[in-house]
């Protein structure tokens, strides 16, 4: 395989994970504290959380049926991208997957975070490899640095076993200047 070769259907569960949970920074939570931000995440996974309006607004889906489950660190999960996100040209609009890159990168960093932090986007980078339509996609987010201040996150998505894009996001965490949100503070 060559290193542009795009069709590999084992990355999905074969990118490692180099955040592992007994590497967290002291005082961030294990994986057996519940955190407000887990307990979205168990809702985005079982369809009860809704979208924040900045989402809902752009007709991104809250993760809501993509995201299968969570784990520390890590987001899977299947999406169809609906009608509205696609050009006349039948591809997908790239802002689209990259609101969708967004969102799923700071779902995977809510995984190991302490409440008392916000995920903040700072950079950015995506490598597109093919066009990407409107039919399933398998997603996978991964938090591969994890400091006290920074998240780097991977987010890869595939279709028909076809890499389409591969990301680079990092997030700043950074204490709540004001009261959370009615979305992470339940």
């Known amino acids: 395989m060559t290193p542009h070769d ?8 074969d990118v490692e994970l180099l955040v592992r949970e007994r590497d967290r920074p002291a005082d961030f939570p294990g994986l057996e504290t519940k ?6 995440l168990n809702e985005v996974v ?16 809250f993760a809501t049926p ?8 890590r987001l899977y999960g299947v999406y169809t991208p609906p009608l509205h996100a696609a050009m006349p040209t039948g591809n997908i609009f790239g802002g689209y997957l990259t609101g969708l890159v967004d969102q799923w990168a700071g779902l995977a960093t ?23 339509v ?19 996150v991977q987010v890869l998505a ?7 894009f ?9 204490p709540w200047r004001v009261k959370p949100p009615a979305e992470v503070a339940r």
């Open 134 to 152: 409107i039919m399933e996609t398998r997603l996978q987010a991964s938090v591969t640095t994890l400091t006290e201040r920074k998240a780097i």
């Open 110 to 132: 809510y995984s190991v975070i302490p409440d008392r932090l916000q995920v903040l986007t700072v950079n950015m980078n995506m490598d597109f490899k093919t066009p990407a």
């Open 35 to 40: 955190t407000r931000y887990r307990k979205v």
């Open 46 to 61: 079982d369809g009860t959380d809704i979208a924040p309006t900045p989402i809902a607004t752009i007709g991104l889906p």
């Open 66 to 73: 993509c995201v299968a489950r969570w784990e520390y660190g």
């Open 166 to 174: 591969e990301a680079m996001v990092v997030e700043v965490l950074a």
């Open 6 to 13: 795009n069709r590999r259907s084992d990355l999905m569960f």
């Open 158 to 164: 595939w279709q028909a076993d076809i890499l389409l």
